[in-house]
């Protein structure tokens, strides 16, 4: 499994950003793809999953303003981020679990994990 992340940056805050993970995995395999984030004082915190079945979760300091989605041609993951904040700051990894995300958005325990990629947000 290879998951390979870009996108990230220097924002303002109120600015967009999509992030983008190239997914490489096991064909016929099923797996629950995500988005999770994390800084140096705070830890991991979960942002977003899709499921196999294309349903989706959203962590609640998220929820309304970040969309999760696939392209399963491209074999690609975005994390559209909207109305960023600065406490959205934050190394980003996409991320990977064979069949399902057990626990949901708020386990940030995965099987697989891209390197990150930093977002930035300044006020």
């Given amino acids: 499994v290879q998951l390979v992340e870009s996108g990230g940056g ?3 805050a109120g600015e967009s950003l999509t992030l983008s993970c190239k997914v490489s995995v096991h064909t016929g395999r099923r797996y629950c793809l995500g988005w999770f984030r994390q800084t140096p004082g705070n ?3 979960g942002v977003a999953i899709i499921e196999d079945d294309g349903t989706t979760a959203y962590g ?3 929820k ?3 969309t999760i989605s696939q392209d399963v041609a491209k074999n690609t993951l975005y994390l559209q981020m909207n109305s960023l904040k600065p406490e959205d700051t934050a190394m980003y990894y996409c991320a990977a679990e064979v069949l399902y995300c057990s626990g949901g958005v ?3 325990d995965f099987g697989y994990r891209g390197q990150g990629t930093q977002v930035t947000v300044s006020s």
Avoid: I, K, L, P
């Fill in 60 to 62: 609640d300091a998220v």
């Fill in 43 to 45: 830890g991991r915190e």
């Fill in 64 to 66: 309304g303003r970040f």
């Fill in 10 to 12: 220097s924002v303002q």
């Fill in 106 to 108: 708020s386990n940030t």
